[in-house]
């Protein structure tokens, strides 16, 4: 028969302290020497790029106050982007567009005010779309954390709306008496679209967007639905330009890839605008799911990455210091480009921002 | 037994160490300074499938024991629960990209605080019943679950955030490295030592803590260290993997139905059993290419549904 | 010697004072809730009593460890319930744990006529089987108190007349028992002392031939 090893009794106090104290060294040792000198992590530094290249040609700024409503800017730069096109031979958007364009912002502004009507947005599109066509005053309310979004519309305008769609303001949504919803037939929760309806208010539902047509569709739809059919238009007209003028700017797009990141790398859909507007820009969207992107980026080996991420953080020292990443052609070369995701990410007009940023990473 | 034991794990090492998208000759001439997915990543992940697997398996059959009932877990006692609910914080502030071994020590610091509450509250007149206990897991496990939910509705607006819990609480072994390795590995071995170390023990325990006592076991120093193995491995296997369900409960359950309840033979058959059960999971995954479920899903509808199956055979529960 | 003084238990038992010597066979008699597996148990010490009322050859033993309690004191519990399967084998080895060895365990299978059952499990056993595997437990801890509840429940009578046959013998090699029982007829022949316990009050304690022991029962 074996004989089992006798374990003497151990006295408890001291004996215990020392097998914990131990145990815990171990561990600590351990760690201590594995994760010594590991891997910076992302510290939000500031954009690589310290002087855009774009803005010379066009100017984000200028872009960023015509999509809040300026529609004097809109008409100015739609006729000065022609007129660039015209000088340089390059596309231009149909004269008849262009002039139906001066023609709208000159009558936009001589018109005075007219009647509002009471609007109440469930979605970021439609809120987004409704700020810029139509007073800020005529909304009752704001999506949920739209506030939050500020590199479109900032505190000062969002201020003006008081109430936010939640649950919980049912009520005080039914009080300020809104003449039309505009909701998500996709998402809306069905008991709020139940309550709307219930309250007799009109109720405009539209589907995901999915690329730039559905979101001008949109916005076709909802200038007519608030009687600012005007607005509306020339809105369209001058995403349209805008995108337009985006795309003749000369871009490096050879073996380069867009990727997200949060907490680890994702793949674009092209399911979404995101996705269109990387495909607009000539840059690949594999279809392709995989269990370890990892593996995979390096079979690819990217000469250029574009990486969209929270606040635009640089992840370029993070990439450098990973063994398997630092492989890369684009990390070795510091080819690696940073987009602010929040923006990439936008599900209203405002992708026209969004374009503008992927085309300023594409600059070489 | 041992000879088809030993097949099976060099089947599945095999199996996971070949299978990726870069061809096996390619990996064998890369240069090793380079960056090599099998040595950088395959075999991390065939780690810590192995280490999960045992880890899970054997806290369920050690708090089986302990609580004289074949079907207790981990997540029963409100370990599990309690671990995620730290890792919550560490996710969030993303202490984790700092401090690489916040993860673990977040979720055993978690997985044992939750323990310590358990058994201050379970203890009447410094004696802790294992009813009690039981029932004071459960408690504090809804309350867990519920101030988890909370958080997270609160945190609603972070879709990306939500979205990576969600993907961490499927429990995955996507993009696996060494990091996760040493993470768990230290923890492990400690608690696995303890485990087996304890092994008459938990034999003695299975009986009931008074019987134990009688046949000279000293229960209150013996059942704590076992929980603070328990609460390593769950903790460990947690910040490895994510949420791994039903595994602890089931497997054990199973590999009794074949090797007995004698803990000398039973804690190294879950170990072996639930090693190679993990691994079988995630390689029959990324064969199927199955990206619409993690494994920890996997494993809880495995788990769910056999459980079912086992409740309809009464030879499983004619226990005296 | 084993000295009991003045061991009580709140509400369930009164203070109690007993002294066993090695070679008696102490009958604790009662009806049911009289007290007897409470004063089992807590000279055991696995109730909560002051560690100075319970004393083995003139030290107290509760201050002793669990390890060295057992080598001294072996419990047959009344409650016979294992939720798990073991071999009788197995299951009577655990009785050498408190000697850190496996041992031979054949003589206490012998002495229990369980040798033929050894690779049995317990649990497919019968009530009167389960007992006598918690019996050879109880012997293979070679404890030189045996502390036994109701242990002659599930017998019949040719297996009581062995139980006691060997009770005897363990007496007659130095062991002190207590047997917590209440069939009076066995405890009347073989046992050489009885303490009587109603409502966890002692009403009479003494060497058997001197008690009228029916009459605290009729």
Known sequence: ?364 | MKLTLGFLFLLCTALVLATGDTPFSQLLQADFAEWNPLWHERLPRLIVLFLTGASLAVSGAVLQALFQNPLASPSILGVTCGGCLLVLPVFFFQWHLNYPFALPVAACGGSLLTLLLVYALARRKGRVEMGTLILTGIALSTFFLAAQGALLYALRDKWQFVQMLTEWEGGTSADRSWKHVHMQLPLTLIALSGVLYYRREINLLALGEEEALSLGVDVPTVRWRLFLCVSLLTGAALAAMGVIAFFCMLLPHLVRLFYGSNAEKLLPACMAWGALSLATVDITLRAFDVHLLSIGNVSALIGGLTFLLLLTRKRSFSYA | MLEVRELSFPERLHPITLTCYPGEIHAILGSNGSGKTTLLKALLGLLPVPNNRVLWRGEPLLQKTRLEISRIVAWLPQQLQIPFEYTVEEFVGMGRYAHGDRGSLEPYLLKTDLLAWRHRLVHSLSQGEKQRAYFARALATEASVLLLDEPQAHLDLTRQRQFWTLLTRLAEEGKIILVANHDLHSSHRYCTHATILERGQCVAQGPVLTLDIPRFFA
């Open chain 1, 1 to 364: 028969m074996k004989m089992w090893p006798k374990r003497l009794p151990l006295k408890q106090g001291w004996n215990s302290a020392l097998l914990y104290f131990l145990a815990i060294a171990f561990v600590a040792t351990w760690w201590l020497f594995f994760f010594s000198g590991q891997v910076t992590p992302p510290l939000p530094t500031p954009p690589l790029r310290a002087k855009p290249v774009l803005e010379s040609i066009v100017s984000r700024q200028e872009l960023l106050q015509a999509l809040k409503g300026d529609f004097a800017l809109m008409g100015d730069l739609v006729l000065r982007w022609d007129r660039e096109a015209q000088h340089r031979h390059l596309n231009r958007l149909p004269p008849d567009k262009v002039l139906r364009a001066h023609y709208l912002a000159k009558t936009i502004s001589l018109t005075p005010n007219k009647t509002a009507l009471k609007i109440l947005p469930q979605t970021y599109l439609a809120a987004g779309i409704l700020l810029t066509i139509a007073t800020p005053t005529d909304l009752v309310a704001l999506p949920r954390g739209f506030r939050e979004q500020t590199y479109l519309f900032d505190a000062a305008v969002t201020q003006q709306i008081p109430l936010d769609v939640d649950h919980y303001t049912t009520e005080k949504l039914f009080l300020a008496r809104p003449q039309i919803a505009f909701v998500s037939s996709h998402y809306t929760h069905p008991a709020a679209l139940q309550a709307l309806a219930n309250q007799g208010v009109p109720i405009h539902a539209s589907p995901n967007c999915e690329n730039v047509a559905d979101v001008l569709r949109e916005i076709e739809i909802a200038g007519r639905l608030i009687g600012r059919e005007q607005e509306g238009e020339l809105l369209q007209l001058f995403i349209e330009a805008a995108l337009l003028k985006l795309d003749q700017i000369p871009k490096e797009t050879k073996n380069t890839l867009f990727l997200s990141y949060y907490d680890h790398f994702y793949l674009p859909l092209e399911s979404n605008i995101t996705g269109a507007l990387v495909v607009r820009a000539g840059l690949p969207l594999p279809k392709v799911q995989t269990f370890e992107l990892k593996e995979k980026l390096i079979q690819w080996n990217p000469e250029t990455l574009v990486i969209a991420t929270p606040r635009s953080i640089n992840l370029l020292p993070f990439l450098q210091q990973d063994p398997g990443y630092s492989q890369l052609q684009a990390v070795r070369k510091g080819r690696v480009r940073f987009v602010d995701d929040e923006v990439m990410q936008t599900p209203t007009h405002s992708l026209v921002l969004a374009y503008y940023d992927l085309i300023e990473a594409l600059q070489p």
